[in-house]
């Protein structure tokens, strides 16, 4: 057997992720035929570049049209880290060095100043798709050369980057099989299989619908991970779609997203000052030839995601729509036994943007709370003490103050538009004791 030399080594790991980056589930019997080497070469080499971090596992990133994302200020950043993963909603948060101590990710509403030394906010938008390019085989030096042409170019056109994305339609094996996966997608299903029967018919049709709702990230490393220091650069410009070739020339991976009017950029650099001194020397000429207008950036040091993932305004799990249409006077879409001020402020926010005609209900001990909504906008609000003790909550802010005290328990109903009117003129008049039978569902 002829040993294989280091570039040629290095090589075939590089077409172990080219291939890996076109298809996730390419076993190594079809890139040994494809890079037209032995079986037990690509295996070999394979395992080594998965476990020093060169080409890891290929993981999903899930797109969505709620996710935002904050670049958070606070006096200690480390205290804030370890107490922003205990919040419902969040599902990635990485510290800084930089202009900005933390990065969250989150699907709902997160009321960031109740976390402990919160200082404010620097950028807070939605979070656009994640997506990459596949790297190309290169070195740093033919990189920023490459680079330099693009410097010299006189004329670039504007241009923007859009995306957009939906939730998944998805159902609970589908849930399931994405929060196995979403790390790895190496990992066996038949391992998945064990605990839950999903058929083969199911996963090969969740595996055909995955692009149209996550990113599947697949990453290039060819010194291994820990060689690298991972920056997060921030622009606003009005010439994206270059930015993101000027970047993906880098011999790394280099993932992008928007958030809000700005394109953020991250890269992993060698740990050599020369280099990464290249790349602050690229955003100055950027910034001098006014390509870019505004300018952020931020060195990860940690990062943190969610083990288990599912939005809460996904169909399956909280299921609202209209019934103007149905017979049906009114049917429960969402429940939830515990559910604090963050939650219940996630989900009225999710219900308004789905122009939910019904109510939300929270019981606590001593009262219940309805917020009732037309069409997406809160139309009125009461607290009910012993079924008929009537306090008025218009826009449900007492409500929304006892769920900080104490979680209650959370329902949403849609609700027939006649019957709804019923319902909350009888309220208006203060009258819980003649309310229907079926009304007394609502409190």
Known sequence: MTRLSEEEIRYLQYQIY????????????QIAKLANRSVSTVDRYAKKAEEEIMVPNPHLRLNSPFKKAALLLFEDKWKAYNELQRYTGITYLSVYQGDWDITAVYDGFVDFSQVSGYKGKVMEGPMGRVFTQKVKYTSWKTCF???????????????TITSTSSYPDWN???WRMFNYFKLSLGKRFSH?????PISWRCYEEWKKSLRNYCTVITYYFPEGYQAYDSFTLCFKTDYEKYIVTLFSTLPTSSVFHKMGDYLFVNIFVPLDYEQQMRIYDVVSRLLNKKIITDYMDGNRIVYWCCQRERPIADSSYLA??????SRLIAGRVYSNSVANYIDVKSITERLKFRKLTGLLKVTHDVCNGVIIFDRGTIIDGYEIFNDELLVRDEDGSYMLERCKVKPGKIDVYNVQRETLEIFLKTLQEGFTEEFPASFRLFI
């Open 18 to 29: 080219s291939f890996k980056y076109d298809n996730p589930w390419i076993p190594n019997k």
């Open 145 to 159: 050369t490459t680079m330099e042409k693009f410097l010299e170019q006189r004329k670039i056109e504007e241009s």
């Open 172 to 174: 609970d094996d589908h």
């Open 192 to 196: 998945l299989r064990k605990e839950y």
């Open 320 to 325: 609202y729509g209209e019934h103007d249409n």
